[in-house]
């Protein structure tokens, strides 16, 4: 395919998928009505139009529509390939993620029967009252949970991950000093440190930085003050690309949470603040069995942590309401993941009593709710901490708990790991394997969660700016890289995986972005 | 070289977990006949004694020894202060009359002169910048004044609080003035409350009802201010410090609930949910930062402003009262509430405030507290006296603001100064620390 009848392709097909939405209507009307004003002329109609819509800020928002579109867009593909090569092109890939599914659909639905508890219920009226009327402390609550169990626990996913396979490569050959050290043994290009420092480029070290050049003893003139009022007007021109590029060298703590906003394109709308609204009633009539695993997870994770167990009751508010929204499920268009289905009571079999469960498709699993937690400290109002959550999950999130070949995926992160390490600290790798410490079993939980949980809120944060701003989680590979070069004068020293897990069991003093820094652009290659 | 004996005296008070500690710095002008240092203490567990401990050349001095330096509880003020002579350097934790600002009736009657006095001299204006407390009585003796406030707005929910009592204890909320006058009657009221009443008195203060909330829950802050001096007036902001949560969501339904309504960690712990390993404490530096997410920075800015007023304003009002007394220096731990317009409120000023920590992160910011307290009392006398900062610790005043910027010739025209206080920024104290003291031991002329 040419690029012009590439680009042709983009455009009918970003077309499709804004004609008739919210924001056509709105742009239509305000076209109208400014037909009225005096200084559309008619022989100039196109112009004078598209002129007003350009000065009142409609055409930024629908650029920003756009580049949203653009962001989640497949990319192109031959005519002639079946959806499923869309979601996922490597067929070995499908078959064991298909597999994955089926074991948790198998473990819910056996944690259904066991507790004797359907996968959905109707509350009662009286329920439904109860629970409207403690919508906002749900936390207060104490369903019991005792035999509720997580459906999965990240480890549980990393042996899968140890275990694929691709059948068409020969890995036969002898393990050698050339071969792959780590645990992940599929052939996938992943990219090194060369190639990262073109890629991440304005993290090198002769560019400012928020959470390196914003640091007490450096004077705000040299760096932080001009740069918070470049995001100042970024914010004000209400430009999501710019408020992307900007977020790659962080976003300033009072500025964070409309930049994010922005970069998503999330504007809370009033027709998002309805839909919102209309997964809370959904709450309060139906009860779903996943809602206890959320509800655990809730009190096992974020109700633990310092920092999060303030917003246990939004946790809540967000992950019920995500479980039942459907509009979710569109995202499986590009995620290698099918939602599971299940059948109404008594009718079991057959396919048009098929429903997806939950009705959103994603089953939450052990740490899910961390995905949440750091968001509550950017946004007050429930609606907009939920628009922002989910168009992060469906942009980002699901791909660390889904088989695919994508370079953000969690397969390709793990190998990118694996790979970073044993080039650039070949002696610490060996020490690991020889102690039976692979470094992996490690840093995997770090990378499921994105390191929610395990750093400093505000570090945390520095560090999902840079994922936002290169729309990528590569960055999570490299400071999981990064941690381990860091500390790794004392890993060298122990001989267990329980010393190297007890080393590296507190990154809640870590600075990410120097870590980042000196890994990518200090390291000899 | 001089030897700095380190003593330390455990009493065990009879009633309460409280444990005593009275611990003294000896120092010998005759060194150079003894020998070598020597360190001899019993072990407590209280974070002043680890500090005082690691202090290098410090040693603990028992029983009747003479001591250069004590950290004693209020208890002991009078016999530290009225049985010896104090040489010129020597230095006690406390000012002889700190209750002037510590108990609740006292602050309150000091502010209240304060304020009045403000607004006869230089005008309704700056005795407006008074108004960080809420209204407050001292029952029984403004019984009527109470009253008559109470009258005037219907409907308000009130707090009762013992003027000497800590940690929230014997402290209730109430809504109709036979609640109180119950009390007064001696009905169904705890015993401890019943003794309270006979032997002191109370205090009555109108209850914050729309509190600040993070996700339902209220909280306050815990602020640390040293003061080494009243005459001239000489303070020092911590940066660090905490917000202490309640462990339930609030609620005006239920004010017999003391849980929901009272922060301090004591009472939380004794809650039938409290989790010890659900944290209720969030450092001063990410309250900040979530305020400053959610409310942008100028915002965040102007109310850490407006605390600092509160400081200095509630020093003044009793800097003619304290009696000055330059063996003396005192770290006061202020509770401050934020109500839902982000205005701070003064609730009390503690004199004793509380280094039992309730986790290591806790433990580690009272350490640092303690010891750069002992660092800008410099008994080693590495400082110039210049200092604007030491350690964690930003000069807020000296007789008069302190700023940023240095002020000169050429900077004093304008008028864009900053104040020299940062309560919730980063605290890279070690680093300043090198840079501006010597290594120990240094003389100091004595």
Known sequence: MDDGSELSLTIAHIVQRLKGSHLHSQIERRAKECLHQPDIKLDSLKEDVRSFLKTSGWERQLQNAVYRELQVQLPPSHPAAPPEHLKEPLAYMRAAQAGWEKRVLKSLNSMSTELGVPLARMRPAAEQKELANKWNEMGTDEPDLASVRPVYAPKDFLEVLVSLRNPNHDGSEDVSVRSHWGLVQVPLNVRDIPQLRRAFSELNLTSGQLGIDDHAHIHPDLFENEYVQIGKKVVMEQDSAAAQQYSRQGCSTGLRADLWALILNSNNQPQDVMHYEQLTAGVIQHDLLVDNLIYKDVKLTASNDDYYFVFEDFLYQVLLCFSRDTAVLEHFKYNSATPPRSFIQGKGGEEECAVVYPPNGVIPFHGFSMYVAPLCFLYNEPSKLYSVFREMYIRYFFRLHSISSSPSGIVSLCLQFERLLQTHLPQLFYHLRQIGAQPLRIAFKWMVRAFSGYLSTDQLLLLWDRVLGYDSLEVVAVLAAAVFAFRAENLMEVTSLGSAEAVLADLSTLKVMPLIQIFLFATAI | MSKYKLLSEHNTRTEGKQRLLHTKVLMNNKSEERGGRCVRYKCGQHTIQSVLRERPGWVEVKDEGEWDFTWCDVGWLKESFDNSYMEEHVRVNHFRNYYELSRKNLMVKNLKRYRKNLEKDV????????????????????????????????????????????????????????????????????????????????????????????????????????????????????????????????????????????????????????????????????????????????????????????????????????????????????????????????IEVNSSPSYIPSSQEDYEMKFRLLEDTLNVVDMEGRLTGKEKRVGGYDLMWNDGPVFREDVNLETSGSSCFTANTHLGCVNDREKQLRQLLKPFPRQKKM
């Open chain 2, 123 to 346: 005008g309704h204006m700056e005795a407006s910048k008074c108004d960080f407390f809420p209204c407050t009585f001292t029952l029984p003796s403004e019984y009527h004044l109470f009253v008559e406030e109470f009258k005037r707005s219907p409907g308000s929910t009130w707090i009762m609080k013992p003027v000497g009592k800590s940690q929230g204890k014997g402290i209730f909320l109430f809504r109709k003035l036979k609640d109180i006058m119950d009390w007064k009657k001696d009905g169904t009221r705890s015993e401890e409350q019943k003794d309270a009443a006979q032997v002191e008195s109370y205090v009555v203060q109108r209850y914050i009802e729309n509190p600040y909330l993070i996700n339902g829950r209220k909280f306050d802050l815990r602020v640390y201010v040293l003061v080494t001096s009243y005459a001239p007036l000489k303070a020092w902001l911590y940066r660090d410090g905490f917000g202490r949560f309640s462990n339930t969501r609030f609620s005006l339904t239920s004010i017999d609930d003391k849980y929901v309504h009272l922060t301090n960690v004591a009472v939380q712990k004794t809650a039938p949910d409290y989790n010890p390993e659900k944290g209720c404490k969030w450092q001063m530096q990410q309250l900040r930062r979530y305020l400053t997410a959610k409310h942008g920075r100028e915002t965040v800015e102007s109310l850490f402003k407006e605390m600092d007023n509160i400081f200095v304003r509630s020093l003044q009002s009793v800097q003619r009262v304290i009696i000055n007394d330059k063996h003396c220096f005192e770290l006061y731990g202020y509770d401050i509430m934020l109500d839902h317009n982000l205005k701070p409120w003064l």
